[in-house]
């Protein structure tokens, strides 16, 4: 069984560092590589060796590597000129910037919305969710001096969606730094 | 290291640059008029001491072959055994082999008559 974890875990792994290609075509490589090792592993139990997960997936390299000679054609398709290292570096950290900037962005507003909905559970009038200018804009939030509270729209409910949108942008954040992070 | 040590890496070198320009030609060779499964190839390919590559060595570089159109792939599943991806050469893969063919043959003239021909004799001009 810990031979079949180990395959599964490299299988996994490739498939994340084959992120570039489109779906389809990444699944076909996986499928192959997958009923390679898988016929080995058969044909040594077949024969009586010892079945060797570790040695089999040598051959096949690093995850990484192995992806990267796959993906070689689309990274490189069009090389940038010699001497325009400068302006890779730049994009590079831009990149970087913007993965920090949305993992901030993401998470706050996901711990705001946790902040609130903690909050209304101890001050329930102060706490809540208004429609005002005759339903023209909404305001969500922790007021000193409160909008009526008979108009407020959630009441109680305020804390559980509040706890959902929070998990869901902590969700949707995760995803998009991931994606930003295989691009980095 | 001694000099019999570095001998024996640029020997190894040679090798290496050796195995990695003639990999092509050896793949479309081993397929010419036959569907292969990347197994199949790679245990036939490692039977042959100059032609002995990785799995990993192997599959992108049928993937890339695939993408130019010079093989063709198509799962099998045979009965009870998964599915299994045979290759085999396309008619533009038939004409690349051809072409190398020439390349490889005349390559091989070239040095066996360079081979042939030691000094101090002048070596004779060829095609006269």
Redesign the interface.
């Known amino acids: 069984m810990e031979q079949r974890d180990m395959i599964h875990q490299y299988l996994k792994e490739l498939e994340r560092y084959l992120a570039r290609l489109e779906k389809a075509q990444a699944q076909e490589v996986l499928k192959e590589i997958e009923s390679h090792i898988f016929d080995v592993l058969e044909q040594q139990q077949g024969s009586g060796q010892v079945v060797d997960a570790s040695a089999i997936l040598q051959g096949f390299g690093e995850p990484r590597q192995l992806a990267f000679a796959y993906i070689a054609h689309i990274t490189d398709g069009a090389p940038p000129p010699a001497g325009f290292k400068a302006i890779q570096k730049v994009k590079q950290g831009v990149t970087a910037t913007l993965y920090y900037t949305m993992a901030a962005f993401g998470f706050s507003i996901a711990f705001a919305l946790l902040f609130v909905a903690g909050a209304k559970i101890f001050m329930p009038d102060s706490v809540g969710a208004w429609s005002a200018g005759n339903g023209n804009s909404l305001a969500i939030g922790f007021f000193a001096s409160p909008y009526p509270a008979d108009q407020e729209l959630l009441g109680a409910w305020f804390i559980p969606v509040a706890i959902f949108s929070a998990l869901l942008v902590i969700t949707l954040t995760r995803k998009v730094l991931r994606v930003l992070k295989n691009n980095m | 290291m001694t000099i019999e040590e570095k001998e024996e890496k640029t020997q190894e070198k040679w090798e290496v640059q050796l195995r990695k320009g003639t990999l092509e030609l050896v793949i479309l060779a081993a397929l010419r008029h036959r569907t292969l499964y990347?197994?199949e190839l790679l245990k036939l390919l490692q039977s042959f001491k100059s032609a002995a590559i990785?799995?990993?060595?192997l599959?992108?570089l049928l993937?890339?072959l695939k993408?130019e159109g010079i093989v063709d792939a198509q799962w099998v599943q045979e009965g009870d055994v998964?599915?299994?991806?045979y290759y085999s050469l396309t008619t533009t893969g038939h004409h690349k082999l051809a072409d190398l063919i020439t390349l490889w043959r005349q390559s091989v003239f070239d040095i066996e008559f360079l081979l042939a021909h030691p000094g101090p004799d002048v070596l004779p001009v060829q095609g006269e």
Not at chain 2, 54 to 57: A, L, Q, R, S
Not at chain 2, 82 to 85: E, G, S, V
Request: hydrophobic residues 5%; aromatic residues 6%.
């Open positions: 990347g197994l990785t799995e990993g060595t599959y992108p993937d890339r993408r998964r599915p299994r991806k």
